[in-house]
């Protein structure tokens, strides 16, 4: 059934009144605004103290405050609203000086150790620098949200001081896309802020009749306040403490149902999916120790940034895509960090799978690029989504979502050993294999394809989604449809895996019509993808099937679907490590040769460390062992110069000959799911994890150790309903012994030297 762009039911005068809204404020909307392209915010993101739990977070810069000046994207967000854009603390006229951050593992607290500027105090007296130590703890609530800041103020010399204290403040109230660059003007009403002795409210009533609440109480009364600013003179006494808290309190009341239809609740859980979060955390943690300083320390920022970025809808947990701009359920971002973390957390994997499912797409909506079958690209709850302009409430334009949901079923299914879930996710299962095989071809060649039917929907809709992304050897932006060469590599693995569950499950006849589609698919594939000249994969084919005979790193990707055949896969790993697309650092999405190459577009010569964790892992399967570590390698070195060794979403495409650091992208998201997977994933695949769950089975596969590592730990890897540590010690350059530590249940360690 279509519904056009899929108005709910309102009255007539609303409807206009909606109608006439959307259409004034759609008029002057660019397309890079609905990609992950870059936004016009171009400060304060890469060195910025992340603090979240659950759909609050709270992003700062290194001093633990929020600039008042605009331009930025620090702030504390909440369902897709910017609730407190400016946040300063001064002592007199300037900032503290910090003399360290720390975060918890889980990112839910912060610690800042601050001391005092030189401060000129009345009379001319002068405080010496570093005379007043303050402690700034602050804790971050999703229960009820918002955030607890204490400041515990020290005087460290011998004369009482009367400090003079000012926190200013700056709520706006911003839509997420506003704070990106879209509808600068607010769409609802900002009302004066209300004082009463100890506490400052300030609020909004957007237009989607939503109340929005920012309520900040201080422990003690403010000696004087204006607007948004308390200012305080605490005495100190010598060799005393002192302490100022800090509330803040976010609140949501909508008033009445508004066009757009969310579709999800942001109610409180039942006790019953809180128990089954509770159970998730609390569960055994695969732990990873090696011999080396620089992996183990990126590892454990690897885990403690998907700790961070752990948030749930109804109550499943789902990784989301990225700090600032992403911190939502996105389809393709969530089930490749799902995949990415099965051998660390597979239950995580299992609720996504049901997350994915329940906003699978079951009708035709041009508005949201909406098909029957559909994985979500990703969903929106901000006031923008609630009053329908944008088309976030799921939007679908992504085509590779799909078959990376089912492999993300099949993969689980082998790491746990375990129908069930393919089981109760049946009917969605099918509905995604019958769009793969029809809705997602639009001009019957064979291929998943993409052309946007929604007014302002992605042009692009693989993982390079900004709107110049796709482009032909000439320079110029490819036509529609496009059908993208990893994404058939996708839907073909799908089939396969898929397949295998149907055998397992008893029905061959379905399995076996699945391994045809895939042969044939992969017949169809090296037919019309394979570039001889170029010695890879064309980037994807445009209208009328015409090859964009173009070298990027979705030739690369290719591998990782097994798709290719083993002359031309190795032909493609030479191809990703010449010097025009391998950096030193990583493979770049697009080689130096190519006419739109440049270092710091965003999908147009950048490196991501997931795209490149996906290359190599491909090129383990086809035995290309000395390129997966080269690639792990240069992965692990950039780690190193990024702030406690985070690999942020993206980074620029310089090589190591040009800068002996790597470049930072201006706006890269950190911490960002895939590309805090990217490491984890990688060296599961060096070690050759190959799980059989079904068989109570490891398998590892000519297992290989990053250069510079020589002995790594896994504990408690989940193998089926048992749970295995091993140890991979190198004994010559070529050899790898792998030892038994311990193991619970019945799982089978097997390890096979086949080449």
């Not at 005979?549 to 690369?556: C, I, L, Q």
Request: charge should be positive; aromatic fraction near 8%.
């Amino acid at each position: 059934m279509t519904h056009g762009r899929g108005r709910r039911g309102q009255g007539r005068g609303a409807g206009r009144e909606q109608e006439k809204l959307r259409r004034k404020e759609l008029a002057d909307r660019k397309q890079r605004i609905l990609t992950h392209g870059t936004p016009s915010v171009t400060s304060g993101i890469a060195d910025a103290i992340v603090t979240k739990v659950e759909n609050v977070f709270f992003l700062t810069d290194p001093t633990g405050c929020v600039p008042i000046a605009a331009g930025h994207g620090l702030g504390l967000y909440y369902h897709d609203c910017r609730y407190l854009r400016g946040y300063e603390v001064l002592l007199g006229k300037d900032q503290p000086t910090v003399l360290a951050a720390t975060t918890d593992e889980v990112g839910r607290s912060a610690v800042l150790e601050l001391a005092n500027p030189d401060l000129r105090l009345a009379r001319g007296r002068l405080v010496p620098r570093e005379t007043v130590g303050i402690r700034w703890t602050r804790t971050i609530h999703g229960d009820t949200p918002g955030l607890d800041d204490v400041l515990e103020l020290r005087n460290l010399g011998l004369e009482p001081i009367t400090l003079p204290l000012t926190l200013m403040f700056d709520a706006r109230f911003e839509d997420i896309f506003a704070v990106r660059g879209l509808f600068l003007r607010p769409l609802g009403i900002r009302h004066a802020p209300r004082w009463s002795r100890r506490s400052l409210t300030l609020s909004y009533d957007g237009r989607d009749h939503c109340r929005r609440t920012l309520a900040i109480a201080f422990s003690r009364a403010p000696q004087r306040h204006s607007a948004q600013t308390a200012r305080f003179a605490i005495h100190l006494p010598p060799r005393r403490a002192v302490t100022l808290g800090v509330t803040m309190r976010i609140d949501e009341r909508t008033a009445s149902p508004v066009a757009g239809g969310q579709r999800v609740s942001t109610r409180a859980h039942s006790t019953h999916q809180a128990a089954r979060r509770r159970a998730f955390a609390q569960g055994p943690r695969t732990t990873v120790t090696s011999d080396n300083a620089l992996l183990d320390s990126v590892l454990e920022r690897s885990f403690a940034d998907l700790r961070v970025l752990r948030s749930s809808i109804s109550g499943d947990e789902y990784y989301a895509a990225g700090v600032p701009w992403f911190a939502t359920l996105f389809g393709r971002d969530a089930a490749i960090t799902a995949i990415q973390m099965l051998a660390y957390a597979p239950r995580v994997a299992e609720q996504t799978a049901r997350l994915l499912a329940l906003y699978q797409a079951r009708e035709t909506n041009q508005w949201r690029d909406e098909q029957p079958g559909k994985i979500l690209h990703s969903i929106r709850v901000g006031e923008m989504a609630r009053l329908d302009l944008i088309p976030h409430t799921p939007y679908y334009g992504a085509v590779d979502a799909t078959p990376l949901f089912l492999i993300l079923i099949a993969r689980h299914a082998l790491w746990t050993g375990d129908l069930s879930l393919f089981n109760e996710l049946r009917e969605n299962i099918e509905l995604a294999l019958t769009w793969m095989a029809d809705g997602a071809d639009s001009n019957g060649d064979g291929y998943i394809d993409y052309l946007s039917t929604s007014e302002h929907g992605l042009i692009n809709q693989g993982w390079k989604d900004s709107g110049d992304a796709i482009v032909t050897a000439s320079g110029k932006l490819a036509s529609p449809p496009i059908a993208l060469a990893e994404v058939q590599g996708y839907a073909f693995l799908a089939r396969i895996l898929i397949a295998d569950l149907y055998e397992r499950a008893g029905d061959t006849t379905r399995a076996t019509t699945l391994r045809a589609d895939a042969d044939a698919l992969r017949g169809r594939f090296e037919r019309d993808f394979w570039l001889p000249s170029l010695g890879c994969y064309a980037l994807a084919l445009e209208r009328d099937d015409r090859p964009l005979e173009v070298v990027t790193s979705n030739a690369g990707q290719v591998l990782w679907s097994h798709i290719a055949k083993p002359a031309r896969a190795r032909r493609v790993a030479k191809r990703m490590m010449a010097p025009d697309m391998f950096s030193g650092w990583g493979i770049r999405t697009l080689s130096t040769r190519e006419r739109r190459f440049n270092p710091v577009g965003y999908h147009l010569g950048t490196v991501w460390p997931h795209d490149n964790a996906l290359i190599a892992t491909g090129f383990r399967h086809y035995g290309l062992d000395a390129a997966a570590r080269r690639v792990f390698d240069g992965l692990l070195r950039t780690a190193a110069f990024f702030g406690s060794y985070r690999l942020p979403e993206v980074f620029a495409g310089f090589s190591t000959g040009e800068f002996q650091t790597p470049v930072r992208y201006p706006v890269a998201c950190h911490p960002q799911a895939w590309a805090a997977g990217a490491v984890p994933y990688l060296l599961g695949a060096l070690l050759g994890l190959e799980p059989d769950g079904f068989a109570g089975h490891l398998r590892v596969v000519r297992p290989t150790l990053p250069d510079g590592v020589n002995r790594i730990d896994l504990h408690n890897l989940p193998v089926g309903k048992s749970r295995i540590s091993i140890r991979f010690t190198r004994v010559t350059p070529q050899r790898v012994d792998v030892d038994l530590l311990s193991a619970s249940g019945t799982v089978e360690l097997v390890v096979e030297e086949r080449a």
